[in-house]
């Protein structure tokens, strides 16, 4: 009976140790889209966003970047206003405007980011709407945001990694 006992504990021993080797894969696969989403980040400046919110009307496509971001933000940014289900209110160019009214706390939002979806703390409604919007958008690219706008088209990379994070976290 002891030996029986002992090995249905080796077996979930050795299940244990493959769920947790397959748990540091996806987080070794997860970590350079962050970099990358940082890294959209780091070539951007508090110009480009006061340049970007400027925008009375903005180019085709960046205007959709801009409403993903509101999405990733909802619930997480007070300056995005979300209804009583937590999802965003207004998904318009004014509200765009109203998230990066502060640059410098806008920048420090999405840099912040990676630690929400670490924390579990962004709930999977603001992924799905914000991949709902890029996934609608064949624009929704870096060469085509960079024609347009640096700032938008840096959105556009950390929206793209960001959501790849999520997933594979």
């Given at each position: 009976?002891?030996?029986?006992?002992?090995?249905?504990?080796?077996?979930?021993?050795?299940?244990?140790?493959?769920?947790?080797?397959?748990?540091?894969?996806?987080?070794?696969?997860?970590?350079?889209?962050?970099?990358?989403?940082?890294?959209?980040?780091?070539?951007?400046?508090?110009?480009?966003?006061?340049?970007?919110?400027?925008?009375?009307?903005?180019?085709?496509?960046?205007?959709?970047?801009?409403?993903?971001?509101?999405?990733?933000?909802?619930?997480?940014?007070?300056?995005?206003?979300v209804?009583?289900?937590?999802?965003?209110?207004?998904?318009?160019?004014?509200?765009?405007?109203?998230?990066?009214?502060?640059?410098?706390?806008?920048?420090?939002?999405?840099?912040?980011?990676?630690q929400?979806?670490?924390?579990?703390?962004?709930?999977?409604?603001?992924?799905?709407?914000?991949?709902?919007?890029k996934?609608?958008?064949?624009?929704?690219?870096?060469e085509?945001?960079k024609?347009?706008?640096?700032?938008?088209?840096?959105?556009?990379?950390?929206?793209?990694?960001?959501?790849?994070?999520?997933?594979?976290?």
């Amino acid at each position: 009976k002891a030996k029986i006992e002992s090995n249905k504990c080796q077996k979930i021993k050795s299940n244990i140790i493959q769920v947790k080797q397959s748990c540091e894969q996806d987080v070794a696969n997860a970590l350079p889209l962050v970099r990358q989403a940082e890294q959209a980040l780091d070539v951007l400046n508090k110009k480009d966003f006061v340049e970007l919110k400027g925008f009375s009307k903005p180019p085709a496509g960046v205007d959709q970047v801009c409403i993903c971001t509101l999405h990733l933000l909802a619930g997480i940014d007070s300056s995005v206003d979300v209804d009583k289900k937590g999802r965003v209110k207004e998904t318009n160019w004014k509200a765009c405007q109203k998230m990066m009214s502060d640059a410098d706390r806008f920048m420090s939002k999405l840099k912040s980011y990676k630690q929400h979806i670490d924390s579990q703390n962004i709930p999977s409604q603001n992924i799905e709407s914000a991949r709902q919007i890029k996934n609608k958008n064949k624009d929704f690219t870096y060469e085509s945001m960079k024609k347009k706008s640096a700032a938008a088209a840096g959105l556009c990379i950390w929206v793209q990694n960001i959501i790849l994070y999520y997933d594979t976290i």
